[in-house]
């Protein structure tokens, strides 16, 4: 079974450019996740998806970053302008189901390691 | 106030050898579940182990156990006979009923030595 599809793997950027990340989660998985992990510290959620419908995006920068999921499969993560503190590793994961019924193991994607010059 | 600590930066174990690696959390949900995350240099972050909060025994997948102490709110991981593989960044997490968001803990880096 193939595991969360993130590209691209690398990308690097000037200040003020718009840049684009891809994912595609497990078959199966109704909701996905984007963290942004910054350097030497745990991921944190930027948003989380129940198929097409974001039910938690309170961390997500709304002034630069937006996120579309449209036919609750995969999910597009942007940024536009970049700016330097945008430089981070941006991790998409899914799951089966969110909360804790049983419980809820999130599978990682090998994460978009972004570079603001 | 931060829900997940991890007190140590760097760890460091010989082969074959046991490590405790450290984790408290902070939460008022009676409802949760602990995980920890192995990310090793290539960045992916895998799945090791899982506790409930209401679970009455220990969790244990493999070398990885979590010692469970809730009145002490700590959830440390052991790895038992190290391998050089298990090199590598290691994550607590947690995840509370009253939402769905699962909150890192700010790492521990795991170095074997042969």
């Known amino acids: 079974e193939a595991g969360v599809v993130q590209s691209p793997r690398y990308k690097i950027i000037e200040k003020k450019q718009p840049v684009a990340f891809w994912c595609n989660p497990i078959s199966g998985h109704n909701t996905l996740y984007w963290y942004r992990q910054n350097l030497g510290q745990g991921p944190e959620l930027l948003i989380r998806y129940e198929n097409e419908e974001a039910v938690d995006d309170s961390q997500l920068p709304k002034d630069r970053f937006s996120a579309e999921r449209l036919k609750g499969v995969d999910s597009t993560l942007k940024i536009q302008p970049a700016e330097l503190g945008d430089s981070a590793v941006y991790l998409c994961?899914?799951?089966?189901?969110?909360?804790?019924?049983?419980?809820?193991?999130?599978?990682f994607g090998p994460g978009t390691r972004l570079t603001v010059l | 106030a931060q829900k997940i600590t991890q007190t140590q930066p760097g760890m460091f174990v010989q082969e074959k050898e046991a490590v405790t690696l450290d984790c408290t959390y902070d939460?008022?949900?009676?409802?949760?579940?602990l995980f920890w995350y192995k990310q090793p240099s290539s960045g992916e972050m895998i799945f090791l182990i899982y506790q409930g909060s209401y679970d009455q025994q220990n969790a244990t997948e493999g070398r990885y156990s979590l010692n469970f102490q809730k009145a002490r709110k700590s959830a440390n991981l052991v790895i038992s006979a190290s391998q050089l593989g298990d090199s590598a960044m290691y994550f607590c997490a947690m995840i509370e009923t009253s939402g769905s968001r699962l909150t890192f803990g700010e790492g521990t880096q795991l170095t074997v030595n042969p």
């Open positions: 939460t008022s949900d009676p409802s949760y579940g």
């Open positions: 994961a899914s799951s089966l189901a969110a909360g804790l019924a049983g419980y809820n193991e999130q599978f």
